[in-house]
Structures are given as structure tokens and as C-alpha cells.
């Protein structure tokens, strides 16, 4: 699983929110957009089954990312943190940004769960 793919998409909304003035709720629902298909790339690894343990597996280590590199405190020592943070930082969700992120990121994370369980259940019934 590479960090690289969420990185590089948010340095480039970061940019289009200094550069082009984008508002940050537009930007921020680019980025969790974006987030979703990264729990699918191991499905296309051979000799890999995507289950729930891998799902959220795959969960833990990038909220575990996510929050050691948008801490406070790593965002006050790297400038780079700073500046990705950026895209994502909206006002009115200080000081919570960081605990609202990982919040839709665990809600979403279930829903990807339930609905292919749901699909599987209907096709047995019909």
C-alpha cells in the first residue's frame, strides 16, 4: 500500500488552494474522494484477498500515517506537513480538525464494509 498516491493529491490541492483560491470544502471532498480507492489496491495484487481483517488493516496503517504526520506538533516542525494539511484545514472544524478526518475515515470504512456484505445477502434472497 503506497502513501505516495494520498500525499502527491493533496500537495496539489494544496496548491490549488493557495494558488487558484479554492475554498477548502471543496478541496477537503476532493480528498476524501480520493482516499477510497486506496483500500481497493490490493485487490489487484496477485495472490491477495481483500476481506474486512485487510480492509481495516489497511485502515489502522493509514490513519496511523495520517495522524503522525498531521499532529500538531510534526505540522510546527515540517514544513511539508504544514503545507499538505492545508488542503484539508477548514476553520470552523478548529482545533478538531484532526479527530473529525479520522471520524469520516472510520464511518466510511464501515460503510465500504456493510455494503458488498448487504449485496451478498439480497443476491441470496432473490
Do not use: W
Not at 493533496?10 to 490549488?16: D, F, P, R
Request: net charge positive; proline share 4%; hydrophobic share 45%.
Amino acid at each position: 500500500m503506497s502513501i505516495s498516491m494520498p500525499i502527491s493529491s493533496t500537495l496539489i490541492l494544496s496548491l490549488t488552494v493557495l494558488k487558484y483560491n479554492i475554498k477548502i470544502n471543496y478541496t477537503r471532498k476532493l480528498g476524501n474522494l480520493i482516499k477510497v480507492p486506496k483500500y481497493f489496491v490490493g485487490d489487484f495484487l496477485p495472490n491477495y484477498t481483500s476481506s474486512a481483517l485487510s480492509l481495516s488493516l489497511a485502515l489502522a496503517i493509514n490513519q496511523t500515517l495520517f495522524a503522525l504526520m498531521f499532529y500538531r506538533k510534526s505540522r510546527e516542525r515540517f514544513s511539508a506537513c504544514a503545507y499538505i494539511f492545508l488542503s484539508q484545514d477548514r476553520r470552523e472544524d478548529r482545533p478538531d480538525t484532526l479527530i473529525f478526518q479520522i471520524t469520516e475515515d472510520i464511518m466510511r470504512l464501515v460503510q465500504l464494509l456493510c455494503v458488498p456484505e448487504h449485496i451478498r445477502l439480497l443476491s441470496c434472497v432473490y
